[in-house]
């Protein structure tokens, strides 16, 4: 664990710089109070679009749009001061050509001042890759499991499960190192071929479902929360956040329907009544005590 003094925020080359030095830290964040906590622990944030399953209730990632990753992203730079902040490029925001990518890319780079996008796709997407760090954009891969891709894969397949699977994989990582990205998510991943990986790549691979072979971890805030209500067999719950929100709600609405809250010191008084409130008394609630009469002579 780390709590970091505040100094300059982090950017794309400190994080590749992390490789062989220390375990790199990160979650993804949606909003700019948990992104403030976040940030304290973490090197990078990741707004990722599973913010549309987990914040917005969808059922995969595909229908995410531009505008919501801005958003998003957004919260998550104010939240945040010291951690790099990635953003996702949603489906369909970069595949069709590399300058459909830049302009995309650019956009979500000066509304929200990221400091990097991530593009899903290895070899496809490593002459993308390419043009972007070549025009000032920052650029994690993301291999394995690509989430945007659950229409062609036909589900949430973990990958690289037999060997004859691996090289396919491991041109994917390379390709991308080669294209200048700085580091390369490795998604739903068997163990020894993360860790092939790890080994032959010079950027660092930040693992998800790919075991602690890789040179940093991340998991999706909300699902390692305890908040998600269904979660991947690779995510630890370090909290049980949906619980204490249940908790919390349920005796909101029996103190309602009871008319226990809320209570005096959650309630204005007028200003008169609060300006002849002794010290010690809730405003408004001190005895009043009438003058007595002048008799009339
Ligand atoms: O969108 C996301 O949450 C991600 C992580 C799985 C890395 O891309």
Same mark, same amino acid.
């Given at each position: 664990m780390s709590l970091h003094p505040l100094t300059r925020r982090l950017m794309a080359p400190d994080i590749t710089a992390m490789k062989r030095v220390k375990p790199i830290i990160a979650l993804t964040s949606y909003h700019a109070h948990t992104a403030a906590i976040a940030d304290k622990?973490?090197?990078?944030?990741l707004v990722g679009d599973?913010?549309?399953?987990v914040m917005h209730g969808f059922e995969t990632t595909v229908p995410v749009t531009l505008d919501m990753m801005i958003v998003h992203g957004r919260? $998550?730079? !104010? /939240?945040?001061?010291?951690?790099?902040?990635?953003?996702?490029?949603?489906f369909g925001s970069y595949e069709e050509s590399p300058s459909v990518a830049f302009r995309n890319a650019s956009r979500v780079m000066k509304e929200t001042d990221c400091g990097a996008v991530k593009l899903e796709g290895g070899r496809r997407m490593a002459e993308t890759?390419?043009?972007? $760090?070549? !025009? /000032?954009i920052p650029v994690m891969g993301h291999i394995g499991l690509t989430p945007q891709s659950i229409n062609v894969i036909g589900g949430f397949k973990s990958q690289g499960r037999t060997r004859d699977e691996w090289a396919a994989i491991e041109d994917d990582a390379l390709a991308l190192a080669d294209a200048g990205a700085f580091a390369v998510v490795l998604e739903a991943m068997s163990a020894p071929l993360a860790s092939r990986i790890t080994d032959a790549i010079p950027i660092p691979t930040i693992g998800i479902g790919a075991s602690s072979n890789c040179d940093g971890q991340i998991?999706?805030?909300e699902d390692m929360l305890g908040l998600s209500p269904r979660v991947p067999k690779f995510v630890k719950k370090f909290g049980a956040v949906a619980t204490a929100i249940e908790d919390a709600i349920r005796s909101y609405a029996e103190e309602v329907g009871e008319r226990r809250f809320p209570a005096a010191e959650h309630t204005y008084a007028m200003k008169e009544e609060a300006k002849r409130t002794p010290p010690g008394f809730p405003q408004g609630?001190?005895?009043?005590?009438?003058k007595p009469k002048k008799l009339s002579t």
């Open positions: 622990y973490c090197d990078f944030l599973s913010l549309g399953m919260a $998550v730079v !104010r /939240g945040a001061k010291r951690a790099l902040v990635a953003i996702d490029m949603p890759t390419r043009y972007l $760090v070549e !025009r /000032g998991l999706v805030m609630l001190a005895p009043v005590t009438k």
